[in-house]
């Protein structure tokens, strides 16, 4: 029986408004309800940068939120890439850049 590991890797970059308008505080509370772990960070290009991981569904749900965002964002587009899970991550936190 092939090993079926649910675990995903999805890191996600989304343009459009999206810094100044609780993005980061949706993100993350989106990301806690699902169970995932990670981090969302505002870009320096203007960007949310996101790397979540967890349960595939899960993390299909996550996708689906960032195309939304948050009520006062405006999303244009979101660039995702897959890959397996890393297991580096503990919680899901906001990081800050410095």
């Known amino acids: 029986m092939p090993d079926l590991d649910p675990h995903k890797q999805v890191t ?10 609780s993005f980061r505080y949706y993100t993350h509370r989106t990301a806690n309800r699902l169970g995932l772990t990670g981090w969302v960070a505002n870009q320096r290009d203007r960007t949310v940068k996101v790397v979540a991981e967890g349960d595939e569904a899960a993390l299909h749900q996550l996708v689906a939120f960032l195309h939304e965002g948050s009520p006062a964002a405006s999303v244009q587009r979101v660039d995702v890439k897959w890959a397996d899970a890393t297991g580096e991550f503990s919680r899901f936190s906001v990081k800050y850049m410095g």
Request: no cysteine; glycine share 20%; proline share 0%.
């Open 12 to 21: 996600a970059v989304v343009h459009g408004y999206v810094q100044g308008v």
